[in-house]
């Protein structure tokens, strides 16, 4: 178990990579609400994660339906054409001037796993709150907004 001082999963796993003592070049972390995430896609953010040697940390994303559009509880996400995270939101993104869901437009929802290199997950707690991490409560809008990348699977 980790300590009630974690702020986020990020920091949990930074606190169990040191418990652990042991050296691992990458670590894993599968949110409490994807328990039956599929091994193919925690194959796939790893392989992500290892084929960007410019990231420190990867993440899963699918298609949104529409109907989770506008669902604070379900996270969204824009990439840009490399396949790196350019922002992750609550609240549906992009949004377009007609304030509502376009069916043609390929939206992102969030997965709740993430890779991290190991090297960058003993970086991350020490790093500032941002602001924009503190506006919308996503941990890895700290990694954005301090300049790291994030590839996206």
């Not at 709740?112 to 707690?125: A, N, T």
Request: aromatic share 10%; proline share 7%.
């Amino acid at each position: 178990m980790t300590s009630e001082s974690c702020r986020n999963g990020t920091e949990r796993c930074y606190e169990a990579l040191e418990k652990l003592e042991k050296k691992y070049d990458i670590v894993v972390n599968i949110q409490g609400d994807e328990p039956l995430i599929e091994p193919e896609i925690i194959d796939g953010i790893v392989k992500a994660l290892q084929a960007a040697p410019d990231a420190v940390f990867s993440t899963a994303v699918t298609s949104l339906k529409p109907e989770d559009a506008f669902d604070p509880n379900r996270v969204k996400c824009v990439v840009d054409n490399r396949g790196y995270a350019i922002y992750f939101s609550r609240g549906l993104i992009p949004f377009n001037k007609s304030a509502k869901v376009n069916p043609q437009f390929p939206y992102l929802l969030h997965l709740g796993i993430q890779s991290y290199d190991s090297e960058f997950l003993k970086i991350y707690p020490k790093l500032q709150p941002t602001p924009l991490q503190l506006e919308e409560d996503l941990e890895q809008l700290k990694v954005l907004e301090n300049g790291y990348k994030m590839k996206v699977w």
